[in-house]
């Protein structure tokens, strides 16, 4: 047989095991290497199988992994759509609807899409404790000292050579420490903002940053975000002259999954400079993309200092050890004040582990698992709500993070549907909570940073099922 | 001989090595069975010699732990003098006398008689650490998830328990966990006022509690403080149609030392609660006392719970830890969501390491000690600065906490005299940065809950010595 027709042979096998069901979304390939013995022909000639597979988005490769089904991909389901700028419409904080889906966090017997934490079973807990006993045993005066306000040194010093990997040349003179990176935002906002002051941010956003500025007497102006490419600049720009400073989530948006462009990021920081305005950027899951490269925040463009860059680990280790970071520009000395006043400074224990975490290589290590297992639920999550959902659902595709943006028939209220859905012990993020207006009533965020099993899969199908009823 | 005359014999004796010196203020006496053998008399002869000694105020007991030479409690030097309420005068913060004091604290050359800290060599960090290793094992996800907003179960129920000390009836429902007892300030202020509210509080006033109120656009009232009693009352009642909230260290003052007294808490209380008024309670103090008992802070007589009663272990177990709580009162709901909109949760590990600690008996067995480490410290700096200090020096005189506020000659600058000292490597708190307002120049905080040995006490010597060569 010829060459080029063994490769198409094989690429048709595998193209029919996906079309067919027995490869669904999400499953991996067996290896370049098993299916060369298997059929008896040259690594060369399965690669360009799966090149051909690849071609026609049946398949995709993750680097250091192998190549996984990517079917969801090529998904029928049409974007989520973007609202208008709201200028002038009345404000209501969706508080109650807040507290109602808090309630049940900590209820173990609900399959939790609501939450924005990452499953436990895919932290790296033993690693970390280790690593909690090591430098217990070497810590000077074993933490029980205060350290200096800007925070501990080792973990500035790693996080600041992390920023390689998106091309930043931060020293660990440029990092302050914080308690989470929504402290780091806190920080941030009382730097450069006073009461009565005007934020911009993008809408859909975090409720958790919601209310955070409402609380330090702030108003907002939520801008009209694209589920791929971020906020829109031509809003920003119209309300420029009304703000005192901007808040994005650049790289895989809670709760939209947009991760702007570079030409985007590099307009957005030009402007912001232009108007002396100071961009506070949330990069908590920059380091979780499914593509090739970890996408460049604004801080990457910031050549005037305006840029304060937040992070953390919390998504990616250990939510509960609070180890923030925020690389505050030209704004780092007052920021600094700011935490003194407030905690006057962050436990070392903590910081020491993460930094020493990243500094032998586990946090790269990790991340490679992580990503792995998230883009994996991705596609798992991606193919049941194609197949289980309504046929106008819309959906976001990010390309990192773990949170998905749903919405549904115009028909569906997702806040009245939370109470039924919890009655089957399914729990999820009404839309209504990433907003002060009245509007994404009939939106969803779901996380799939949880454990794909069967439990998890039947609550995405029944919740499928739940909404399909309510039509 | 007679048993009156023996008595009164041995009592000549030990008087006799006390005003020549061989036995100096601080010094601890033999026990009672020790002297009873050396002049081999009954134990009731040794106790009424030292009741002797106790009634001419030469000697003092120490509850479980012995007699001391008390000749410093006789003190010619006068207290600190009480200013008068400012209404009217202008206000300059003390920003840039902060940042060169802070400046120093980390240089391990100079004794920092500066610093609001207790000395590592007080601190049980070998059992702290052992208690982290047992906890780290046992820990529901070893310390990675997040925690309900109101936090530990065990340390919220822990410091409920521990409130029996002064006769406080709080459970684990009272109580909020924070990082440490200024960020539990911080909370309390953010949940009762709005920027614009003026809040009331002590004169002279720990810097960080001037900061904190002043960095959330709040205005600050500062009344007169008594050394001894605590804040004016007259003073409080004329103030309060302008106030929001009023904030009091009540037990061991910091930097004035003053004790509030049990009347007086319960005047202010009632006062605040008639005039709807919250009281935000510093009480990080109140476990260090001198005394026979722990004095009640002003939430044991919290009828209508407007009293936000904060504390922490920073002062007596781990400052690193960043351990705190505070028992809210009927505000609790609206705090809670201040935590939460704030840092999210905290880390559980440390808090289960206190909780652990207060369980186990051990916070009690370590604050016997680390009491009579500071009393004995405290005659000690008493007598020293009444030999070697300017005899117009007016002192504090604290039964509890680790600070003295000493006024000096009205010629006497202390921000000065400060870098005078820092050449000579000693270190202290100038009494302007206490104060909003320009007063207290010749005043100064010095901690004394360092660790006495003979450079400590030539430090404070020459410290003695520069103040008198600027007169």
Sequence with gaps: MQKEILYLKIATIIEEQITSGTLKTGDKLPSIRTVQKIYNVSINTVKQAFLELESKSLIASRPKSGYYVSRGFQSNLALPSMRQLKLSEKEKAPEDLISKVFNTFTDKNITQFSLGVTDKSMLPIAKLNKGVIKILRNLEDSGTAYEPAQGNINLRRNVAKWSFTWDGHLNEEDIVTTSGALNALLYSLMTVTNPGDTIAIESPVYFGILQMIKSLGLHIIELPTHPVTGVAIEDLKKVLPKIKACCLVSNFNNPIGSCMPEENKKEVVQLLTLHNIPLIEDDLYGDIFFGTNRPKPCKA??????????????????PGYRV???????????????????????PPLYQEVIADFMEHGRYDHHLRTLRNTLYTNYLHFQRTIENHFPE???????????????ELDPKIDTALLYDIAIQHKIS??????????????????????????EKTENSLKKLGQLIKQQL
Tied chains: 1, 2.
């Design 301 to 318: 463009f910031d050549e005037e200092e305006i840029v304060m860059w937040c992070g953390s680990v919390s998504k990616t280790l250990a």
């Design 392 to 406: 106008n659902t819309k959906i976001s595709k990010p390309q990192g993070g773990f949170v998905l943006w749903l």
């Design 428 to 453: 999820f993020a009404p839309g209504r909570m990433f907003t002060q207006h009245d509007q994404y009533n009939n939106c969803m965020r779901l996380n799939f940073a949880v454990k794909w099993d």
């Design 324 to 346: 923030g970071w925020v690389a505050p520009g030209k704004f780092k000395e007052k920021l600094i004040r700011q935490k003194l006043i407030q905690t006057l400074s962050s």
